[in-house]
Nanobody, 122 residues
Framework: QLQAFGGGLVQAGGSLRLSCAAS????????LGWFRQAPGKEREFVAA????????DYTDSVKGRFTISRDNAKNTVYLQMNSLKPEDTAVYYC?????????????????WGQGTQVTVSS
């Protein structure tokens, strides 16, 4: 089970850190990803990190601003979001994929957390 938290309302240019805590066994086996869904849009990939934390991938629009990381001792994955823009406004979801390697397609993710709302005001 995955539980995401840390969303909120922030002004453009500000920062937020999302966390996603996992319960159960086998956290270190999983690739972890963050996705987001803006109003009226499809859910999209944001970032992913492999099981060891040694490899990451980002969608182009967040490269250089967002950082995904994981703490396997705490069964938690993070998304540090800096220089936030109004277009980052969305519900953010964390997800886990048993592949262990960095993957983008949503259908490769096996478990999903509930979303956390991020709103960036201009």
């Amino acid at each position: 089970q995955l539980q995401a938290f840390g969303g909120g309302l922030v002004q453009a240019g500000g920062s937020l850190r999302l966390s996603c805590a996992a319960s159960g066994r086998g956290f270190t086996w999983y690739t972890l990803g963050w996705f987001r869904q803006a109003p009226g849009k499809e859910r999209e990939f944001v970032a992913a990190i492999n099981r060891s934390g040694g490899r990451t991938d980002y969608t182009d629009s967040v490269k250089g601003r967002f950082t995904i990381s994981r703490d396997n001792a705490k069964n938690t994955v993070y998304l540090q979001m800096n220089s936030l823009k109004p277009e980052d406004t969305a519900v953010y979801y964390c997800a886990a994929a048993l592949t262990g390697e960095v993957v983008v397609p949503q259908n490769l993710y096996d478990y999903w957390g509930q979303g956390t709302q991020v709103t960036v005001s201009s």
